[in-house]
């Protein structure tokens, strides 16, 4: 008999059942703090836990600790310099973010948006959302043990702040999307670069699939654990990989799409136990049908502008200023005090990494938006944290909560 | 074997005590008129001694750092891409994050600090031990940033700040630069306490009657209180 064998053996006859080893003693509850400044809160979230020796019984998050104002200060700003304010919200989905706020204004202003802006647009927020999976993949096996999937995530999150860096002269908050369209086009070389990432990117997917699922360890800590059950989750609101985990198909792209996502073909990874481990397979399984997308969006790339032709809107390019009077009023106005929206409210949803990422807009007419709030993932996600762990070892709620991949400065905004 | 025997402090070598002698003479010389006699004598051991290991443990100190784990926005998953592999910090020394502030000497503030979570970083700081050392990374904790608003404050109004990274977020290089400058400040300044590093005794965050100081002040614990501590 070999050794793996006996040690499967020796690890299966140990029972998991969350019973209490009482020994026929007094058990009494007791109450912990975790948090805000925990390393495997991901953020400053406080819990406060409820145990009976080593098992919740009961759990209460705490949130606000980075309450930022940025609903309050978008109040006091002009609809474009809105962006890079909500940009740092859910600071590992900036691209969602500014779209999100940019499509909702874009519905207000009936703006129509050029083809190819959409198409690069699409392209940023697919190579975001495998940035943002890179990111909690790497986060959450530390927080399990398994150091060093974080450095080959990590690697490959640079090659995607490169290009980001690229595109943009940023690596976060590039402010890269506009009311209208994007700030510039893609330089030249960048579509190469991207097309030799994507590849590279399912070669590198495999091999941390090589790495965790063979793992005996990994497989103990993440299957059967934090089972949610579908119902549950949508009596929540939960949205995104946590409820496609549990087998529900859905996905703002395919049910509702939005920015060309119909003219693309790709896949929608499901569950079928929603337990931890299809959290982890759906979310990796995500990273290669982003690949799939941003290949399918480069090889269509219509050619034509790139930011919407409506002065009134967009800023005129640079070459114009010089030559129109016209052009130099337009800039000077949409400088000092922005465009107007006509009144009216919208809200607008997108499918973040994280699920249903929803921008509410309210307008009075002016050029400061009257209200702006953003229905963010993480926060309604976070309520999943209760049924997910309570009854379960405290060991596994470290897990669960980095499977739910909460990003607190979307929660707490 | 030619066994030479000596008084204890008699030079064994004819005439090289003499010289040492000579020496020590010229050094009361030039001290003369300040100090004498014995105080003379522990002066010069005393300096000798103390200055060669302050460098020694200041350049330990500077070369192996460990930072607290401690991460609050959008810089830190930049700080979390330091020890990676394009920065590598483990080249300084500095890889070894440390969960809890008790192990850690240096606090990388990577984000923004809310009013809520102020009172939080303050009581992680008190709980790290001297020598310690801060760093604030990005706009937001430096300055309130973007944002500017009603929610947040800046690092420096609730603690001292050794460096000032600018950004939001800054590039991990940035953050190894201030690290750099951070060990630079280590290497020259022999360690002190912060108070003493920034001439600020008295600042003490006392409040409440003369005959019970310290009650309500956040990092002062009187005997026997342990909570919070």
Known sequence: ?413 | MEITRAKLGQPLVEGGGEQFRIRQQRARDMLRGDLTDAELEQYVEERVLTTTLDKVTAWARGNSMFPATFGLACCAIEMMSLPGARVDIGRFGFEAFRASPRQADMLILSGRVSIKMAPIVRRIYDQMLEPRWAISMGACCSSMGVFNNYALVPADKFMPIDVHVPGCPPRPEALAHAILKLRSKVHGNPPKGWRERYEAEGTEEVVGDADRPGVNAINVFQSGETQGA
């Open chain 1, 1 to 413: 008999m070999s050794a793996l064998s006996d040690y499967r053996r020796r690890e299966q006859s140990i029972s998991y059942s969350a019973e209490p080893a009482g020994m026929g003693l007094e058990q009494e509850l007791m109450t912990i703090n975790m948090g805000p400044h925990h390393p495997s809160t991901h953020g400053v979230l406080r819990l406060i836990l409820t145990l009976e020796g080593e098992i919740v019984r009961d759990i209460k998050p705490i949130i606000g600790y980075v309450h930022t104002g940025i609903e309050k200060t978008a109040e006091q700003k002009a609809y474009w310099k809105v962006i890079p304010v909500v940009e740092r919200m859910d600071y590992l989905a900036y691209y969602f973010n500014s779209y999100a706020y940019c499509g909702a204004v874009e519905k207000l202003l009936e703006v129509e948006v050029p083809k190819r802006a959409q198409y690069l647009r699409v392209i940023h927020m697919e190579l975001n959302r495998i940035m943002s999976h890179l990111v909690w993949l790497g986060t959450s096996c530390i927080d399990l043990g398994a150091i060093g999937v974080w450095w080959y995530c990590f690697r490959e999150r640079e090659a995607v702040l490169d290009l980001f860096e690229m595109s943009s002269g940023q690596r976060m908050h590039t402010r890269y999307f506009q009311v209208g369209g994007v700030i510039e086009d893609i330089p030249r070389g960048w579509a190469e670069r991207v097309k030799r990432f994507t590849q590279t990117m399912r070669h590198r997917s495999e091999q941390y699939s090589a790495l965790l699922d063979k793992n005996e360890i990994f497989l103990q800590r993440m299957r059967n654990t934090g089972t949610v059950d579908e119902e549950t989750l949508l009596d929540l609101g939960v949205t995104g990989p946590l409820l496609r985990a549990t087998g529900n198909p859905w996905d703002l792209r395919k049910a509702a799409p939005y920015c060309s996502y119909e003219d693309f073909r790709f896949k929608i990874p499901v569950g079928t136990t929603g337990d931890n481990y299809d959290r982890y397979r759906v979310r990796h399984a995500e990273i290669i049908e982003s690949c799939e997308i941003i290949d399918q969006a480069l090889d269509g790339l219509p050619e034509g502008p790139f930011i919407t032709e409506d002065r009134k809107v967009a800023l005129p390019p640079r070459h114009e200023l010089a030559t129109s009077m016209e052009a130099l009023i337009h800039h000077f106005k949409l400088v000092t005090e922005g465009f107007r929206v006509p009144p009216g409210e919208v809200y607008f949803p997108i499918e973040s990494p994280r699920g249903e990422l929803g921008c509410f807009v309210r307008s009075d007419g002016s050029s400061k938006p009257a209200r702006v709030h953003m229905r963010d993932p993480s926060f309604v996600n976070l309520q999943a944290t209760a049924p997910a762990s309570r009854d379960t070892y405290i060991a596994d709620l470290v897990a669960t909560l980095a499977m739910l991949d909460p990003v607190l400065g979307g929660v707490d905004r």
